[in-house]
């Protein structure tokens, strides 16, 4: 460790420049991350990069400093034309697997570009394609988009056109590669410029991402910033072996003793993310669901409302595993063990991010243990147990089971299960709008959790 301190370098020795500089100070970046560290000298000479890197590590920054970079010298270089310099309009497109990552990385761009006069646009599914098609019009330097929603508006936007794009970066391109974007992205990367520079970003280097490689890549220089399945050092990583009759309770418990913290729990369905969230508010607890049923809009409202504060527990699915910069998430929990031990990976790493410490724990019942064994071989060690007294967690019980028969009966009532997605969108609203009309729960302050500690 002493020696990789030694040899850090700040983003200037990188060959970064003094604009970017300090927009990297506005935002809190310190130092360069390792994944930066090492793609970024290649990135800004020039050469197409591959980087795997854990989730956190910054790969925003790697990609978003070389292209904005690029764009102030190819305005600086350009000759004038009557006076007036030439436009880099679609200077550059960044392909996400999801809105929220799209969205996010596109508030990075604009952040880091602030001084320069940065058009950013965001082209994704479930925003209205007329405001888009506007955006589209202001002639924007970068477009974050989905493929899909990018594909449409390459078909049928007129006067839209890749035609001067010079960057292209596929991030989380493991994810871009499943069978929800493979169409649009071939058909995406037929229309695009051959001449230009292409970054490639993956948690993993699979058959598919390197097929992608050798077709959209030339003579890439490839960066991997850490082990192939890891997580950071700073995490505190933890199991606990429950009956799954038990579980809520457990749940309830490791809440109660950090009542403060921000967390993320994980479940596996889009019902059992509503489910959860109704029994924890109606326990006092500020919980909100996010799931891939509800619109953009409520996933959105449901992200800022914890990312300021409002809600401290963000109960979701595996959509909010991967990508999203929420700096502080105190905690995850896995209230479902994951099938595919890779998720793992993803969930625990929405904490102990770029630095900071952060907890992870793992409740295993017993149809999971053989899933929960599958995560300790790819992690490459055996976890430390989380300590509970169990007469004092199964002391919560009688609570928990009555807030479970009030979250039973507001799920009925919405519709159950077979809801139509306009009646999701209704009770999406009312865990936005502090549950009005929900489970009685819903409006506690964040002190009442405490009052199950003995």
Request: with cysteine.
């Amino acid at each position: 460790m002493e020696e990789e301190n030694e040899v850090v370098k700040t983003f200037e020795e990188l060959g970064v420049r003094e604009e970017l500089v300090k927009a990297c100070e506005r935002l809190g970046w310190k130092n360069p991350t390792k994944i930066q560290t090492e793609a970024l000298p290649y990135a800004l000479e020039g050469k197409d990069v591959i980087g795997l890197a854990q989730t956190g590590s910054g790969k925003t920054g790697a990609f978003a400093l070389p292209i904005l970079q690029a764009l102030l010298q190819f305005v600086n270089d350009a000759e004038p034309k009557k006076g007036r310099r030439p436009d880099p309009a679609f200077f550059a497109c960044v392909l996400s697997p999801t809105r929220e990552l799209a969205i996010q990385i596109a508030e990075q761009f604009e952040a880091l570009g602030s001084d320069i006069s940065l058009r950013c646009a965001v082209l994704v599914g479930g925003i209205d394609r007329m405001q888009q098609t506007i955006a589209l019009g202001k002639r924007p330097h970068v477009i974050v988009a989905t493929p899909g929603r990018l594909w449409d508006h390459m078909s049928d936007t007129k006067g839209f056109s890749l035609k001067t794009l010079k960057y292209l970066v596929l991030d989380e391109a493991d994810r871009l590669l499943n069978e929800d974007f493979e169409k649009s992205l071939n058909q995406i990367l037929e229309e695009i410029p051959r001449d230009r520079k292409t970054y490639l970003f993956s948690a993993t280097m699979t058959k598919k991402v390197r097929k992608l490689q050798r077709a959209c890549l030339r003579n890439p220089v490839k960066i991997e910033a850490a082990s192939k399945y890891s997580t950071v050092d700073t995490l505190k990583q933890q199991y606990r072996f429950v009956p799954a009759k038990y579980k809520d309770c457990y749940l309830v418990y490791i809440l109660t003793e950090m009542p403060d913290s921000t967390s993320m729990i994980f479940t596996r369905t889009c019902d059992g993310t509503r489910f959860m969230a109704l029994m924890l508010r109606s326990l006092g607890f500020r919980a909100i669901p996010i799931s891939g049923q509800m619109t953009q809009s409520k996933r959105l409202g449901a992200l800022n409302k914890f990312k300021a504060g409002e809600c401290n527990i963000l109960v979701c699915t595996d959509v909010a595993s991967r990508g999203l910069d929420i700096p502080s998430v105190d905690m995850v929990i896995n209230y479902d063990i994951p099938t595919n031990s890779k998720d793992y990976i993803h969930r625990v790493g929405r904490t102990a991010r770029a630095g900071r410490s952060g907890v992870g724990i793992s409740l295993v019942n017993q149809y999971e243990l053989e899933w929960y064994l599958q995560i300790e071989k790819l992690i490459g060690k055996k976890l430390p147990e989380y300590p509970a007294e169990e007469d004092e967690v199964l002391s919560l019980l009688e609570r928990v089971s009555e807030a479970k028969k009030l979250s039973a009966m507001n799920m009925k009532e919405s519709g159950g299960r077979k809801k139509r997605r306009g009646e999701d969108d209704e009770e999406s609203e009312r865990f936005l709008d502090g549950n009005k009309g929900g489970n009685k729960g819903g409006n506690r302050d964040k002190k009442s959790s405490k009052k199950f500690k003995r």
